[in-house]
Structure formats: C-alpha cells, structure tokens
Nanobody, 116 residues
C-alpha cells in the first residue's frame, strides 16, 4: 500500500505561480512512476506530468510544457511547480504513483483555481 497526501493548491491570478507537493508513504520501494493528473467537473482525469523513477525521464501534457515542472526527492516527495498559470489550468490536481505491480494509487486531490 502507498498513501499520498497533496498540499499547495489555492487561488491564484492568471500569470501567477503555485507549487504543489505530494508526500508519499508506505511501500515506496514498489514505486516506479510518480506524477500529477488533473480533473474538471464533467471531464476525464488527464495527465499533467509524470516521472519515471529509474531514468528520471519526465513527460508533460502539451498544454503545460514550458510552464510546469515535475521534480522529486527519492520516492517520498514529488512536486509540481506551475508558472504562467491560465484560467484553463483550473482543476483538482491529483498525485499519482504506479507500482511495479501496475497498481495505481491516488491522493485526495487539491483544488487549483486560476482567476482574477
């Protein structure tokens, strides 16, 4: 089992920045991928950014490339630095890890609202 707790969401003006944090605990030695997803009401959850633990390779959604950066500290902490935020970035952001057993774990989500 892996437990995830996100923090750092909130209200920010367009063009502003936020940093989301996710603290993982539990069987972290089984984790091979960590990432962030987001979801708005009525739409499917979508990938924002993810990072392979072994290679440190990061993948980003086209909509956030150049604005968001994913980083991690071993498998205990993963962050999402968000800059140049746009109203369309408004969503609930979820931390995600995937284990070698192909199990997905999710945090409870944190609301990010970009509005003037």
């Amino acid at each position: 089992q892996v437990q995830l707790v996100e923090t750092g969401g909130g209200l920010v003006q367009p063009g502003g920045s936020l940093r989301l944090s996710c603290e993982a605990s539990g069987r972290l030695f089984t984790v091979y991928n960590m990432g962030w997803y987001r979801q708005v009401p009525g739409k499917e959850r979508e990938l924002v950014a993810r990072m392979d633990i072994g290679s440190n390779r990061a993948d980003y959604a086209d909509s956030v490339k150049g604005r968001f950066t994913i980083s991690r500290d071993s498998t205990k902490m993963v962050w999402l630095q968000m800059t140049s935020l746009k109203p369309e970035d408004t969503a609930v952001y979820f931390c995600n890890v995937v284990t070698y057993g192909a199990t997905n774990y999710w945090g409870q989500g944190t609301q990010v609202t970009v509005s003037s």
